[in-house]
């Protein structure tokens, strides 16, 4: 920042009544058992037939580990101050992480689809280039977005004391400490979000409305009931992940209230890394065939 703006952001994680001593401690041991969880679910290995799974971890475990150990530090220190190099820092990993995880949701949706629609072509869609392909894409896309972001919040000036109302330093509030024009911001966050969430929910729900009619093909009702089970930890993730996602970035800013913002930041940042290995771990631990396409196969005998 410039000499009119601020060179340090002071960082309070809530205000008013909720900044006490005693919801800091609390707070604290709630965002850490949270934290090991999520790792230690994230870290266990997974069989070789779960790629996009491996992926989805590693980005689960980035991803919370870029906000969650700065929530825990701010809540125990005196002075809680950050430079804003290191805030724009973390926007860009937010902004990188997250819509990388969303556009790999969309690619597993493509996969069940190939399983479960196509499962004859299945080894020739999902093949050894998809399956490189489709990560890579999602990578450079949210680059795309996490660069856009990142590049015109450094550009805006902050003519007073930064005090960020926040569990963790974003993009929303800090736009409204701005003492100059935020529309580029705005129009960007507007931009973005549909590319980002609302594109990729679109295919989601274009790929299993595929997917359940195929399933509702299936002649015997246990095998509708294994196809139906077997994608349920997929669709379950993809609607806590989508659903926190559109009502934090689509949102007009003055329809969010103080408390709302941060309980949607939360659950946004830390709901889905949490329970993603939790749910995953359920379904990967029963018996499966050699693929996806085998197993929608045999649901048919």
């Not at 000499?3 to 005693?22: L, R």
């Not at 790792?39 to 580990?65: C, E, K, Q």
């Not at 995953?280 to 649901?299: D, K, N």
């Amino acid at each position: 920042m410039d000499s009119t703006g601020a060179s340090f952001c002071a960082w309070f994680h809530a205000a008013g009544e909720w900044d006490t001593e005693e919801l800091r401690h609390l707070l604290f041991a709630i965002f850490l058992l949270v934290y090991i969880v999520a790792v230690a679910g994230n870290f266990r290995p997974h069989t070789p037939m779960y790629f996009f799974l491996a992926n989805l971890s590693l980005l689960d475990t980035a991803y919370m580990s870029n906000t969650v150990p700065q929530i825990l530090v701010h809540l125990l220190a005196p002075v809680r101050v950050m430079p804003c190099h290191a805030c724009l820092t973390r926007i860009f990993f937010l902004h990188f992480l997250a819509p990388w995880e969303c556009f790999l949701l969309t690619a597993m949706a493509y996969d069940h689809y190939a399983a479960i629609c196509q499962p004859l072509h299945y080894l020739v869609l999902m093949g050894q280039r998809t399956r490189t392909g489709l990560p890579s894409i999602s990578c450079l896309l949210a680059l795309t977005n996490a660069l856009t972001h990142t590049i015109l919040a450094a550009l805006l000036k902050f003519c007073g004391p930064c005090l960020i109302t926040h569990y963790f330093c974003d993009l929303p509030p800090l736009l409204k400490l701005s003492c100059s024009t935020t529309w580029a911001n705005e129009l960007a966050l507007f931009f973005f979000s549909f590319l980002v969430a609302l594109a990729p929910c679109a295919l989601v729900v274009i790929s299993y409305i595929h997917v359940v009619a195929a399933v509702f093909r299936i002649h015997s009702a246990e095998g509708r009931r294994k196809a139906f089970s077997t994608r349920g930890a997929h669709i379950t993730m993809v609607c806590i992940f989508y659903i926190t996602s559109v009502l934090r970035c689509i949102l007009p800013s003055s329809a969010h209230s103080g408390l709302r913002d941060r309980v949607l930041s939360v659950l946004y940042v830390v709901l889905a890394p949490m329970l993603n290995p939790i749910v995953y771990g359920i379904c990967e631990t029963r018996p499966h065939s050699s693929s996806a396409a085998g197993t929608y196969l045999m649901l048919w005998e």
